[in-house]
């Protein structure tokens, strides 16, 4: 069973940076794409960005130029580095890694609190 494990989040100043981190225990670069999605209190779940299996990434507007999604295969790891924070980054962010069109799995997120 593949699952996936984000660390990173944190509280933060709006201006600030952080660095996201999602750890499959498998082989990522077989899974057809990874996302990062994110969920705000009373709000639904959003796509923030994701990368394909051949390194095509797509950003969510709110986030371009700000969110740079990444990936080492050598460490099974999927990165967001996410600088110029905003309030309205606050979130839980989540990972998804999707094998193929039918299956994908979860992480159980983790919180990013932008605040002064």
């Known amino acids: 069973q593949v699952q996936p494990v984000e660390s990173g989040g944190g509280l933060v100043q709006p201006g600030g940076s952080l660095r996201l981190s999602c750890a499959a225990n498998?082989?990522?670069?077989?899974?057809?794409?990874t996302d990062w999605y994110r969920q705000a209190p009373g709000k639904q779940r959003e796509l923030v960005a994701g990368?394909?299996?051949?390194?095509?990434?797509n950003y969510a507007d709110s986030v371009k130029g700000r969110f740079t999604i990444s990936r080492d295969n050598a460490k099974n790891t999927v990165y967001l580095q996410m600088v110029s924070l905003k309030p309205e980054d606050t979130a839980v962010y989540y990972c998804?890694?999707?094998?193929?069109?039918?299956?994908?799995?979860w992480g159980q997120g983790t919180q990013v609190t932008v605040s002064s």
């Open positions: 998804l890694l999707r094998r193929n069109d039918y299956v994908a799995y």
């Open positions: 498998g082989t990522i670069i077989s899974f057809k794409a």
């Open positions: 990368i394909t299996y051949g390194g095509t990434t």
